[in-house]
């Protein structure tokens, strides 16, 4: 079947689809140009309706550490395929899957399979409100956590931690059940938990935020926080639907060391299906229904393609060995990058966390809240963005999504795009 030209797609899909697209970063919004329509993928590389190839650094925003189409995740997912689409009934698939993942990460004793990160975090907020009778969340100003009403908030202009909402269609009500505090400022944090502590049930942060640009914090921050919450007597989330299983098979938390009480998983749990899973300590977790009184249910959870396809891919990331590697590659594009940036005298950066990596506006110290990005990160970015296309390369559609490695990714790949980047930024102004 052949289709038509992207931007003849993209009219026709407009037409019945909000912004035409089923996601909103995926619009090419504010890039003056339709998106691009893909044919299919396969390594390292999308290709686009008209038959263009493109080195692929937004990997479906994550989940596809292993790159497009792994044959081993392939072989995985045909066989199931040939056994059973879903169940909606008991299976030894998410058995496996969840036998695999508590016995690999240290402070994870029970965990339950939803069908996205929302989904996990949603969830989660609904245990952390029924164990501790208590309703308020804190949540850090540029995290995202899916679209979960109570999360889509920004901070407010009022009192400290208040917050207003930052979508139509959330009530003000339920926005201030969520106190917002600023990333990398524990007194502040310590000043709204504590006047806020009895009224508190969950303070929930990605440990790596990456949706925002990539704005790493110290360790120090985050135990921080975490000391506190337990001081309080709150539930320390951490939100790894990001960083989970690409930072180490522990994530950040491993990493850093740290015990969250939950922990939210998506993305890579599902090597490349909508797997999305909520997990932590058994106390917590036993509150889920039936065992519990907390309802949380779902027609294709646990759904069995996804279930192997996580499996398979978690398997090869520990048995290759494949942080390492995917540390090192992202390394040395990011060390190229920087070179290109200083001889062609453009003011960017690329800084990367182990396999994720953000190009931005230089700046003189590390960017770790979203009003430290320069000013002119969007301007810079659309330049690059759609020069980098010309030259066959794509980044994440926005200024502030973050780039992803694979292990698909071989060095012949960041050596062509290196050079792609070359001449790419030779027309940027
Ligand atoms: N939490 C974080 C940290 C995320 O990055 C995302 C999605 N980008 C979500 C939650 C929501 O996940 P999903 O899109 O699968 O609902």
Redesign the pocket.
């Known amino acids: 079947m052949s289709y038509d030209s992207s931007e003849i797609l993209f009219e026709r899909a407009k037409k019945i689809i909000p912004g035409g697209v089923h ?1 909103p970063v995926r619009s090419f919004k504010n890039l003056d140009k339709s998106p691009l329509f893909f044919e299919r993928a396969n390594g390292p590389y999308l290709y686009s309706i008209e038959g263009k190839e493109y080195i692929d650094y937004c990997l479906s ?2 989940p596809l550490i292993l790159g497009h189409q792994d044959p081993d995740v392939k072989l995985a997912v045909q066989e199931m395929f040939n056994k059973a689409w879903t169940f909606g009934a008991c299976e030894p698939y998410s058995l496996e899957l969840a036998e695999w993942i508590i016995k690999e990460v240290p402070f994870i004793e029970k965990l339950r399979f939803v069908s ?6 949603m969830s989660a907020l609904r245990v952390a409100r029924a164990t501790t009778g208590k309703n308020k969340i804190i949540k850090f100003e540029g ?5 979960v009403d109570s999360l889509l908030v920004k901070a407010g202009s009022g009192l400290a931690g208040e917050s207003s909402t930052s979508s139509a269609g959330v009530s003000e009500n339920t926005a201030s059940e969520t106190l917002v505090c600023p990333l990398n400022n524990i007194s502040y944090f310590e000043q709204v938990l504590e006047r806020e502590k009895s009224n508190v049930a969950a303070v929930i942060i ?1 440990p790596l935020p ?2 925002y640009g990539l704005l790493v914090q110290t360790k120090d921050f985050l135990h921080q926080i975490q000391s506190l919450c337990k001081k309080h007597g709150v539930l320390f989330i951490l ?4 960083s989970g299983f690409r930072i180490s098979i522990g994530g950040m938390a491993s990493l850093y060391d740290l015990d969250p009480d939950l922990v ?1 998983y ?2 890579i749990i599902g090597g490349g299906f ?1 797997v ?1 899973c909520y997990a932590g300590k058994a106390l917590y977790m036993d509150k889920v229904a039936p065992l519990g009184n907390v309802y949380q249910a779902g027609t294709l959870s646990a759904n069995p393609i996804g279930m192997v396809a996580g499996l398979t891919t978690l398997q090869k990331l520990k048995s290759l060995n494949i942080h390492k590697t995917l540390e090192d590659n992202t390394s040395y594009l990011s060390d190229n990058l920087n070179k290109l940036f200083a001889d062609k005298k453009q003011p960017l950066q690329c800084i990367h966390f182990q396999s994720l990596f953000w190009i931005h506006t230089k700046t003189t110290s590390p960017i770790r809240r979203p009003d430290e990005i320069p000013n002119q990160q969007s301007a810079r970015f659309k330049q690059l963005f759609l020069n980098c296309l010309n030259e066959n390369v794509y980044l994440a559609p926005n200024a502030f999504e973050v780039g992803f490695m694979s292990f698909a990714h071989k060095k012949e790949h960041l050596d062509k795009t290196i050079s792609a980047l070359g001449r790419a930024l030779d027309l940027c102004i």
């Open positions: 996601s925003f994550g996205s990160g929302t989904e996990a975090v995290c995202y956590h899916g679209h990605e990456a949706n939100d790894e639907v990001i939210c998506g993305k909508p999305g």
